[in-house]
């Protein structure tokens, strides 16, 4: 054999062998039956693998060292075979070992939430309310001291205002210190001051007090407001109306019971009570709207009348869901939520 075909000899066999290698690391990584039908192509492809490049470079041998390079290629031939084959048990057999799929077991079950209590005590008593004529309205929880107190005839040194019972957002120095607002009765003044009567809305939302936090008690609570303004309105259609929201809210003949009191922007006023299991519980303030409130946003007070009333929606929420302490409701203990 010349040296020439000694030599081409020798690049044909460092050819396959390094065919053989890359053929071993590709099928090692090959995971699944797409990778190791890649791999057949490019190495054992009839066309352009290339075990078939090597084919052609063996016709291209001297005689001499055919009988050679033929073993050698049957070899690499065979190799890359028997490669494939145990890659294809590998894939085949891991394959195999999943779990069959069970199409018809039920499918996973996602826990499903719900409204809070409070938040669906709001849309009852906005459904309730809505049904008697009562459109639901919304105010700002940051509010001015013209609409939490002075619209409302709560003078300058009236307790209510006192630093230590309110949230004051400004300085004490400045001239109209904004609150977080301590009632919703400052939506009874946005409201008219912004529409003519007649009138007869609902507001439900926020207030902020800085008490303890004890069972009737909590910093943050809610209060549903409620205003009527129509010719001809009297203490009897206030007790009307609130008759006819405790019966529908708490369910069944809910009496109502007023005591006398005193608001600023109220006159006359009155506490009123609902009975409850044979006893009267306390649910807010109501009364005529007060002709220095009338006057303060633009009505004529000698046309004009209505009433006005308050309930706390947590007073409302414990009484008809037998909740005994209203921290429970802002707990965020799903054991106690969940019950709703
Ligand atoms: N705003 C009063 C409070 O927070 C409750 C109240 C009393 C509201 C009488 C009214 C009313 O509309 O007429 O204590």
């Known amino acids: 054999m010349t040296d020439v075909a000694a030599t081409a000899l ?21 995971v699944d039956e797409a990778a190791i039908e890649a791999a057949r192509i490019e190495f054992a ?39 494939l084959e145990v890659a294809q048990e590998r894939v085949g057999s891991a394959e195999e070992s999943l779990p069959p799929v069970d199409v018809t077991l039920p ?16 849309r009852q008593v906005q459904e309730i309310m809505g049904r008697l004529g009562f459109e639901s309205v919304d105010g700002p929880e940051v509010e001015d001291q013209w609409h939490n107190f002075e619209a409302l005839a709560i003078s300058p040194e ?3 205002r006192d630093p230590l019972d309110n ?9 109209d210190p904004l609150l977080l607002r301590s009632q ?42 409620g205003l009527l303004i129509e010719p001809g309105t009297t203490m009897a259609h206030l007790k009307s109306v609130l008759r006819l929201f405790a019966s529908s809210f708490l369910g069944g003949d809910v009496h109502v019971r007023f005591r006398p009191s005193f608001f600023p922007f109220t006159e006359p006023s009155v506490e009123v009570d609902m009975e409850w299991g044979g006893r009267w519980v306390e649910m807010g303030g109501a009364g005529m709207v ?13 046309v004009v009348t209505g009433f006005a009333f308050g309930l706390g929606v947590e007073r409302i929420a414990a009484r008809r869901y037998g ?17 709703f």
């Open 107 to 122: 499918g996973e079950i996602l826990p499903r939430g719900h409204m809070h209590p409070i938040t669906r005590t709001i």
């Open 158 to 160: 009236h307790p209510a």
């Open 184 to 225: 919703t009765s400052t939506v009874q003044i946005r409201v008219m001051e912004s529409r003519e009567p007649p009138l007869r809305i609902v507001s439900l939302g926020r207030v902020y007090r800085p008490d303890t936090a004890d069972a009737t008690h909590y910093p943050m609570f809610h209060q549903v407001e």
């Open 45 to 83: 492809g009839a066309r352009s693998g290339r075990l078939k490049a090597a084919q052609k470079l063996l016709g291209g041998l001297d005689p001499a060292a055919k009988p050679e390079g033929g073993r050698l290629f049957n070899e690499a031939k065979a190799a890359v075979a028997a490669l």
């Open 10 to 30: 020798e690049a044909f066999r460092t050819e396959l062998e390094r065919l053989q290698r890359d053929a071993a690391t590709v099928l090692a990584a090959a």
């Open 290 to 302: 007060d002709p220095a409130v009338l006057a303060a946003v633009g009505y004529d007070p000698d």
């Open 167 to 175: 949230f004051y957002l400004s300085v004490a120095q400045a001239a």
């Open 323 to 339: 909740v005994d302490d209203i921290r429970d409701f802002y707990r965020n203990d799903v054991r106690f939520l969940r019950q």
